[in-house]
């Protein structure tokens, strides 16, 4: 299938301070955004390269002051569908969520980790979770008139929030979220070994916990680096069907890094659903070397 996607990553700065954030101390060292030229270019290039869905992300996209410049681009220059990934702090604003949505954005990306004080413990914010959840609402009132914007969340999976996303993905219920994701940790390669054992959930100790989530009613759960053999034979299908955006990144900030990623296995290849599965993140096996992985 042919990729239309393309995100494009703004700039280091962040209004959160996320315990498990893979740019950990970057956002100190990188603290300039990029150029307008620089994102008017990549949003043509896209173009050009018959990209017609973008993705604004990283870190906190609504911080770059050309933001509303580029979504304006953006549409100015025929892509049909323009998304801002965002940890939900700045649309807690219903006027400017609405500046944005009358600009054409047609969907967003919320990261939310916890449910209330989790949350707010999780990206290091006291009343994060406050202003996500007005945020929430506003996205509602806009999803009432338009009922073709998407609204997707995203939340990680650690050992601070374990326990807490049952009571989350119950809240998240109440809203119109087109996708709430669960992500497994990685690219952590920022992190020492000893970073990363405190923050992975083996995935063996979470299936319990992904099954009351996965019969939260009403809303559409998927996951992201849950390999197969990992999760209970009923989540099967959410892994299955999980929205892949397949996209192409500008990883202009990396030069010299070298980020971490998912991988198979020696026995996946004996796997009939290797095809579709998410495999296993590097960092994962690193901090569960001896960890048997068989479906």
Same mark, same amino acid.
């Given at each position: 299938?042919?990729?239309?996607?393309?995100?494009?990553?703004?700039?280091?700065?962040?209004?959160?301070?996320? @315990?498990?954030?893979?740019? %950990?101390?970057? /956002?100190?060292?990188?603290?300039? $955004?990029?150029?307008?030229?620089?994102?008017?270019?990549?949003?043509?290039?896209? *173009?050009?390269?018959? %990209?017609? *869905?973008?993705?604004?992300?990283?870190?906190?996209?609504?911080?770059?002051?050309?933001? %509303?410049?580029?979504?304006?681009?953006?549409?100015?220059?025929?892509?049909? #569908?323009?998304?801002?990934?965002?940890?939900?702090?700045?649309?807690?604003?219903?006027?400017?969520?609405?500046?944005?949505?009358?600009?054409?954005?047609?969907?967003?990306?919320?990261?939310?980790?916890?449910?209330?004080?989790?949350?707010?413990?999780?990206?290091?914010?006291?009343?994060? *979770?406050?202003?996500? %959840?007005?945020?929430?609402? $506003?996205?509602? #009132?806009?999803?009432?008139?338009?009922?073709?914007?998407?609204?997707?969340?995203? @939340?990680?999976? &650690? /050992?601070?929030?374990?326990?807490?996303?049952?009571?989350?993905?119950?809240?998240?219920?109440?809203?119109?979220?087109? /996708?709430?994701?669960?992500?497994? +940790?990685?690219?952590?390669?920022? *992190? &020492?070994?000893?970073?990363?054992?405190? +923050?992975?959930? !083996?995935?063996?100790?979470?299936?319990?916990?992904?099954?009351?989530?996965?019969?939260?009613? $009403?809303?559409?759960?998927?996951?992201?680096?849950?390999?197969?053999?990992?999760?209970?034979?009923?989540?099967?299908?959410?892994?299955?069907?999980?929205?892949?955006?397949?996209?192409?990144?500008?990883?202009?900030?990396?030069?010299?890094?070298?980020?971490?990623?998912?991988?198979?296995?020696?026995?996946?290849?004996?796997?009939?659903?290797?095809?579709?599965?998410?495999?296993? !993140?590097?960092?994962?096996?690193?901090?569960?070397?001896?960890?048997?992985?068989?479906?």
């Amino acid at each position: 299938m042919e990729n239309k996607w393309i995100e494009i990553f703004l700039w280091y700065a962040c209004s959160l301070k996320c @315990s498990f954030c893979f740019q %950990k101390d970057l /956002r100190y060292e990188f603290k300039k $955004n990029l150029e307008f030229e620089e994102v008017e270019n990549m949003i043509k290039k896209g *173009f050009l390269d018959g %990209k017609r *869905f973008i993705v604004f992300s990283w870190w906190e996209s609504t911080l770059d002051r050309n933001l %509303k410049k580029y979504v304006a681009l953006c549409k100015e220059t025929g892509y049909e #569908d323009i998304r801002i990934h965002t940890n939900g702090l700045s649309f807690s604003n219903a006027d400017l969520l609405k500046e944005y949505v009358d600009l054409w954005t047609t969907g967003v990306v919320i990261s939310i980790h916890g449910y209330w004080a989790i949350h707010d413990k999780l990206v290091k914010l006291d009343g994060a *979770f406050e202003k996500v %959840k007005k945020t929430l609402v $506003n996205l509602y #009132d806009i999803k009432k008139e338009n009922p073709n914007f998407t609204i997707d969340t995203n @939340s990680v999976l &650690t /050992r601070y929030n374990k326990g807490n996303l049952k009571s989350l993905f119950k809240f998240l219920s109440y809203f119109p979220i087109t /996708r709430a994701q669960i992500v497994q +940790l990685y690219s952590l390669y920022l *992190f &020492t070994k000893e970073e990363k054992q405190k +923050l992975y959930v !083996p995935y063996d100790d979470f299936r319990d916990e992904l099954d009351d989530i996965v019969d939260t009613p $009403n809303i559409n759960i998927t996951l992201e680096n849950f390999p197969f053999c990992k999760v209970n034979e009923r989540s099967w299908k959410h892994i299955e069907e999980r929205q892949r955006y397949n996209n192409d990144a500008f990883w202009y900030l990396w030069e010299g890094l070298e980020e971490s990623s998912c991988s198979y296995l020696k026995n996946c290849l004996n796997c009939k659903r290797k095809e579709k599965c998410t495999w296993v !993140p590097k960092d994962y096996r690193e901090v569960f070397p001896n960890e048997e992985f068989i479906l």
